[in-house]
């Protein structure tokens, strides 16, 4: 079992830059891919980054070039720095993790989301 805490989330106005934190109740390297993902009313929960246990970083179109997805291991904890917020980033941002087992079972956990609000 992983428990996954947010924090960081708020209102700040459009070109402002916002970091959110995941804290991990497990050490981090030992989870095969950690992300976070954004959703508003109405609508699918949908990748913003992700980080896998090599490292390995993914975005999502709308974000490249304005947010970074890092990790400190000692900390147990992943990053998501937001820079140059639009209004349509306004959303609540979760961070997920899916770890693997032994035989090849994989177990998602969920944060319980941090609410982001871009102002124009």
């Known amino acids: 079992q992983v428990q996954l805490v947010e924090s960081g989330g708020g209102l700040v106005r459009a070109g402002g830059s916002l970091r959110l934190s995941c804290a991990a109740s497990?050490?981090?390297?030992?989870?095969?891919?950690m992300g976070w993902y954004r959703q508003t009313p109405g609508k699918q929960r949908d990748l913003v980054a992700s980080?896998?246990?090599?490292?390995?970083?993914n975005y999502a179109d709308s974000v490249k070039g304005r947010f970074t997805i890092s990790r400190d291991n000692a900390k147990n904890t992943v990053y998501l720095q937001m820079n140059s917020l639009k209004p349509e980033d306004t959303a609540v941002y979760y961070c997920?993790?899916?770890?693997?087992?032994?035989?090849?079972?994989?177990?998602?956990?969920w944060g319980q989301g941090t609410q982001v609000t871009v102002s124009s």
């Open positions: 997920g993790a899916t770890t693997i087992g032994p035989r090849g079972i994989a177990n998602d956990y």
């Open positions: 497990i050490s981090i390297p030992s989870i095969n891919h």
């Open positions: 980080i896998t246990s090599g490292s390995v970083t």
